[in-house]
């Protein structure tokens, strides 16, 4: 047999920039990060988490379904093949609150890391494909970047860009546990 059986995405479903790359982060929402935080680092075998929280404070420019976004999420990041992200929607609109309204909790998006958030959200847009929400200049220089795709139809989920900031600001406590 070749391909895929029927129902299973493949690397050609995938917008062009991203086909092909190793899939770098899984996407997980959670109803409660210190929650979420004690049961994956159970699984995982690992309680070495960077935590940070995201919004228009911390990040200068967000967006979101082609606006200007003012959504808040605090994320938890653990390991590196690929690296699990936990994340707790804190205030909305955004892709979370739609998501678990739709869905509910659990598997949200695969992230794949790119030399360029800009030039890879113009590829895929100039392709057809939906930017969803966005954020950039999250990192200490100003730089690092996030782009997430609609490829629900194609992938059955989100897929997301991510240029990783050179240099990341310092990781807050993890919550419930003092560093």
């Known amino acids: 047999m070749t391909g895929f059986p029927p129902g299973v995405p493949s690397a050609h479903l995938l917008p062009a920039p991203l086909a092909g790359l190793p899939v770098t982060q899984v996407g997980i929402l959670v109803?409660?990060?210190?929650?979420?935080?004690?049961?994956?680092?159970a699984l995982l075998g690992t309680d070495d988490w960077l935590v940070y929280t995201y919004g228009p404070e911390t990040v200068?420019?967000?967006?979101?379904?082609?606006?200007?976004?003012?959504?808040?999420?605090?994320?938890?990041?653990?390991?590196s093949a690929p690296q699990i992200e936990l994340i707790e929607s804190l205030d909305g609109p955004s892709i979370y609150t739609e998501w678990i309204t739709?869905?509910?909790?659990?598997?949200?998006?695969?992230?794949?890391?790119?030399?360029?958030?800009?030039?890879?959200?113009?590829?895929?847009?100039?392709?057809?494909?939906?930017?969803l929400q966005s954020g950039s200049g999250y990192g200490e220089d100003r730089d690092g970047g996030f782009a997430y795709?609609?490829?629900q139809d194609s992938v059955g989920l989100i897929v997301e860009a991510i240029e990783v900031p050179q240099r990341r600001r310092p990781s807050e406590p993890i919550p419930g546990k003092l560093r």
């Open 31 to 41: 109803p409660d990060l210190e929650a979420g935080i004690a049961t994956w680092s």
């Open 149 to 151: 795709f609609d490829t």
């Open 60 to 79: 200068p420019r967000l967006g979101y379904r082609g606006g200007e976004g003012t959504f808040r999420m605090r994320v938890a990041l653990t390991g």
């Open 102 to 131: 739709e869905h509910g909790y659990g598997l949200h998006h695969l992230g794949f890391r790119v030399p360029s958030i800009e030039a890879t959200v113009r590829h895929v847009t100039a392709g057809g494909i939906t930017l």
